[in-house]
């Protein structure tokens, strides 16, 4: 038995006549991947699917009625058996063979003489993925990881890499030299813009850089959003960034889970900062991110949550600009999206919030610049970050200024993690119960009318600490259904 049971090839069969035997979905399916590759297709079979009827009226394909004859075999390169009959596909494969014309039996490994792999189009990049027959679904879940890996954009770079190849080949005779060029090419800048939507631009640096004597390579920064702590809301662009970087400088927050993604060899700086401890400055990390770009390094900027949220991305991209170095962002899951989620609360709902605030409240003077009466109305949703310190004052201001002190809160500390916890209560007793349950950062607090509906749709880790609504989630029976339908102020 050889090492490798299956010799892979991509023919090209554009313009090669083609027979499918079957008429049915199955053969329909095969027919369109054998046009969308350019073939002549002829599908045989007394009945045809009215897709595969409209292609025969409209000449796409060509149709032979009635029942299998080795006739049909005459003339052509490829043959699909994919009838639901065993035997006649069993006998359209032995007699091509006895044409050495390569046959492919659906689902039937063992009769085909080829077979068609799982396949990643980003055309003209195609990767096909094959397990010899063994495991057809493990070759579709290797097909599925794949997918998420590779960025779409890659099928366009490739084009762009063809249409420049015959010059990429003059300007760097030398392997080594377009080797090099090859990779900045795919891994640079053009690509960036082509993930970044912009082909025209991406067109113009692929010109530039052929035109420009071959520089020292330059780096660039990729701030990436890297979520809430579950690695499963990690965005696919932002573990791309992460497969890709050389240097990793996150923050505090960022969750062990998430950097475990990252590039091995990538060197991991953790710059966070935490209230009251001394880590690095803002200017340190601006210096840092400056030398290592400079140096000609991908940086991964990784912060908690998304960058854009009360993570001061926008200063660094300032300070990037100002610097000239490329940059781009990849969004992440904020913190007040993630722990509602995961505490079965919706920010806004049609009967209980029109819209939702992401406020910051680490400390006195942040509160003291707040427009407290917008905050203190109802209907409305808070989502308040970093607020654990300041939950007295944050009481205190709200109710001054109106808000009920029936309003109910739910406060959910390391949201999607492991550790997940969500303490449940109202305004009144906010900075007690909070207390009383020890609740340390990282915690966001959500107030407003639908916190109440916690104690109902948590899903996520353990039960919200709550009062008495809690009580009766813990008695693990479905709420009855008058009970279900009580206004949401009364459960507060
Ligand atoms: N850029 C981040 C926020 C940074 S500010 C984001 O978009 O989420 C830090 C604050 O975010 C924390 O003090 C806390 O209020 C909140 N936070 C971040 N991750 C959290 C988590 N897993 N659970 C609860 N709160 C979180």
Known sequence: MPAMKLYPLFADLSRRAVLVVGGGAVAERKAAALLAAGAQVTVGAPELTPQLQRWARQGRIAHRAGEFAPGWLDYVWLVVAATADRALNARVAELAGLQRIFV????????????????????????????????????????????????????????LAARLRKRIRRRHPDLAARRRFYTALFDGPVAALLRSGQPKQAAEAAEQALLVAPAAATGSVVLVGAGPGDPGLLTLRGLRALNEADVILHDRLVSAEVLELARRDAERIEVGKQAGKHHATQDEIHALLLEHAKAGRRVVRLKGGDPFVFGRGGEELEFLREHGIPYEVVPGVTAALACAAHAGVPLTHRDHAQSVRFVTAHCRDSLDTLDWRALAQERQTLAVYMGVAGLDSLRERLLAHGRAASTPFALVENGTRANQRVVTGTLANLPERAAAHAVHSPALLILGEVAALADRLAWFGAAPLGGAVAAVRQLKRPLPPQEAAIPLRRLA
């Open 104 to 159: 492919n039996v659906v689902d039937d490994a063992e009769l085909s003489s080829f077979q068609v792999p799982a396949v990643i189009d980003r055309a003209p990049l195609v990767v096909a993925i094959s397990s010899g027959g063994a495991a057809p679904m493990l070759a579709r879940l290797v097909r599925e990881r794949l997918e998420t890996l590779l960025d779409h954009s890659l099928g366009p770079l490739a084009t």
